[in-house]
């Protein structure tokens, strides 16, 4: 999903372009490059090098909604294109979770305008995928999606309540 180390034809992007103002925007178009690509071959051969600077890299820093929701984003429009196409496979069920992830940790930040309206779209999108079935998102997921739509909240003070006494790996902020 990434555009760094791989090389390209320089024609697969004539009629492509990158989202503007997005984080995450190779995500947004490699699938495509890959559909209109007439071959793919892997290579275990560097043929080139780079280096990133600590703190230069969209990836690296604390957690931003922001950056997660383009990411959501590019995975949501990747979804439609394969289904649009008629490609098949498990797309949907992973932008579902990956949208409840996102929500997840939204909630976690200090509310703002900008962090509800993120989470607003995120539900309006995650509506989308009513045709899951719990079987296929999972019991823990399938709960947190049930909650989110139907006590959205109440699933947040639970949500941050339990986070706030059972921190994990993630280091969010919470009030």
């Known amino acids: 999903n990434y555009l760094w180390a791989k090389l390209f034809k320089r024609k697969l992007f004539d009629r492509l372009s990158f989202p503007v ?25 560097s043929k080139y090098h780079y280096m990133i600077h600590k703190n230069e890299s969209i990836t690296r820093g604390g957690y931003d909604p922001v950056k997660e929701y383009h990411y959501f984003l590019s995975l949501y429009e990747q979804d439609k294109f394969i289904q649009n196409a008629e490609l098949g496979g498990e797309s949907s069920v992973g932008v579902l979770k990956r949208g409840i992830h996102l929500i997840n940790h939204t909630l976690l930040c200090p509310p703002s305008p900008a962090f ?13 995928y009513r045709h899951i079935t719990p079987w296929q998102l999972g019991p823990s997921m399938s709960i947190k999606r049930y909650f989110m739509c139907k006590h959205f909240g ?11 006494i059972f921190k994990r790996k993630h280091k969010l902020l919470i009030d």
């Open 116 to 128: 509800e309206d993120i989470i607003d779209e995120t539900m309006l999108k995650m509506r989308e």
């Open 21 to 45: 103002g997005r984080v995450y925007e190779d995500v947004a178009v490699l699938y495509k490059v890959f559909y209109s690509s007439q071959k793919v071959v892997l290579s275990c051969v």
């Open 154 to 164: 109440f699933y947040r003070m639970l949500y941050r309540g339990y986070r706030a």
